[in-house]
């Protein structure tokens, strides 16, 4: 039986700011598994129920993770496409994925109810010109609407039972980047009423503040959704919108330490006995960092892996420059790589780290859209869900297998590039690299090779 946890589903309620006390108790939760409401200063939580989250926060089934590259993402997400029934309420950052696209289309001009929320770079696209030309209702939100997630036939009017729709979620844009080239995690819920009220009231807040394409389809707003108790939190809660003469917005209303992701992410840090994984594109976070160095000196192990654009050695001595934490927290006694694949990073070509995890205890996964940094709080809508299940053995196995790509092929590439007098190879296959081993195959280069 899986230990009960709250720690997100009560931070998903805070609506001031917690006293140190506080986070130490989400802390005593996250490797205890006792309800933390009472131990929360009074005032900090909303007047609304609290019921633990027991071990079928995720459903009686749970969910079964699919990782990219392969694993047939773009598939399923078709799969689910094709069994659209009435509506398709879609928030995703970057959509380009040609099948997927022509798919979603096909829906709204087979008279599905079809909305989409993208991220404001798509206000004046040709991409969503077509969109609405299908009968696509698009609306985008600024400043950043980094979501990746749809919810398929999905609560509209009264009545509609959210425990019948489908959520599909995670790291993923609807690219094919994200479906056969990046790292990314993709999540497939059904039958998680609890999840799928709570992502349909993020939807309907975007929804209701954001701004409208110039096309001609207009579909009716949902019923009003009330956010659910459930294992995800939404960086909307550190905003609030406003008005302006251009149209909605979103602005900051906390510092970023006290926003709701980060204090959960650091929560979880700061419970792990024994051993902590993480795989994400970024690590820009002064308090993730001073909460695994916390780590490190209880003799928790700590593994991470980076996409190759974080890595800016040689680190700086001052620990609060962000763009070098990553080396400090190696030199701190973190086991830190970096997934690399070519000699200069160029998106047409790149293999990138793209998931967004942290696994604590090998038991409890944190994912989903929020990439480790200051702005990803503060200024993009994001999610970062909990799961607690057998799904997280998934992660574990993805996250040993991910953290040694490459491991012993250095020596033959170093040879290869000595080969072409350090004018090659500009790509090649994944490894995963150390910041010693990432200096000594940036030395083997030429300055301007690959360039």
């Not at 490797?31 to 009686?60: D, K, Y």
């Not at 967004?356 to 709080?377: C, M």
């Not at 090649?428 to 150390?434: C, D, R």
């Amino acid at each position: 039986m899986r230990t009960p946890l709250a720690v997100l589903a009560s931070l998903a309620l805070l609506s001031g700011p917690v006293r140190a006390a506080s986070l130490e108790a989400l802390s005593r939760e996250a490797a205890s598994g006792f309800n933390i409401a009472a131990e929360l200063p009074v005032g900090a939580l909303r007047p609304l129920p609290q019921p633990p989250i027991a071990g079928a926060a995720v459903g009686p089934r749970g969910v079964q993770p699919r990782f990219s590259p392969g694993a047939g993402v773009d598939a399923q997400i078709l799969k689910r496409l094709d069994g659209v029934r009435r509506s398709a309420d879609i928030a995703m950052y970057s959509f380009s994925h040609a099948s997927l696209v022509a798919r979603v289309k096909a829906l709204a001009k087979e008279g599905r109810k079809v909305r989409l929320v993208l991220n404001d770079a798509n206000k004046n696209s040709e991409a969503a010109k077509a969109f609405e030309d299908a009968g696509v209702d698009v609306r985008y939100v600024t400043p950043v609407m980094h979501h990746k997630f749809a919810i398929l036939d999905g609560p509209q009017v009264p009545g509609d039972d959210p425990s019948k729709a489908v959520l599909l979620t995670g790291s993923g844009n609807w690219s094919a980047s994200s479906a056969r080239a990046f790292d990314e995690d993709f999540l497939d819920f059904e039958g998680e009423a609890a999840l799928v009220r709570a992502f349909q009231a993020e939807f309907n807040l975007l929804w209701s503040r954001s701004r409208d394409f110039p096309g001609k389809v207009r579909h009716q707003d949902t019923a009003a959704m009330e956010p659910a108790d459930a294992p995800v939190l939404f960086t909307s809660a550190n905003m609030e919108a406003r008005e302006t003469s251009g149209g909605w917005t979103f602005s900051p209303k906390v510092a970023a330490e006290d926003g709701v992701a980060g204090r959960s992410i650091v929560a979880a840090m700061d419970g792990a006995g024994k051993r902590i994984r993480i795989a994400s594109a970024h690590f820009r976070r002064k308090d993730f960092y001073a909460a695994l160095v916390r780590a490190l000196e209880r003799g928790v192990r700590v593994d991470m892996l980076l996409d190759q654009q974080e890595y800016n050695g040689p680190a700086a001595k001052n620990p609060a420059d962000p763009e070098h934490l990553d080396e400090l927290l190696g030199r701190a006694g973190a086991d830190v790589r970096y997934k690399t694949y070519s000699r200069v990073w160029k998106h047409q070509t790149a293999k990138q780290m793209h998931a967004k995890y942290l696994i604590a205890d090998d038991r409890l996964v944190l994912t989903g859209s929020f990439n480790w940094s200051d702005n990803a709080e503060l200024r993009t809508m994001d999610n970062l869900l909990r799961l607690s299940g057998p799904e997280a053995a998934s992660y574990v196995e993805h996250h040993s297998r991910i953290f040694d790509y490459g491991r012993g092929t250095l020596d033959e590439l170093l040879g290869a590039v000595k080969g072409q007098k350090g004018r090659g190879p500009c790509d090649f296959q994944p490894m995963s690299l150390s910041a010693d081993e990432m200096r000594r195959l940036r030395a083997s280069y030429s300055w301007d090779a690959c360039r």
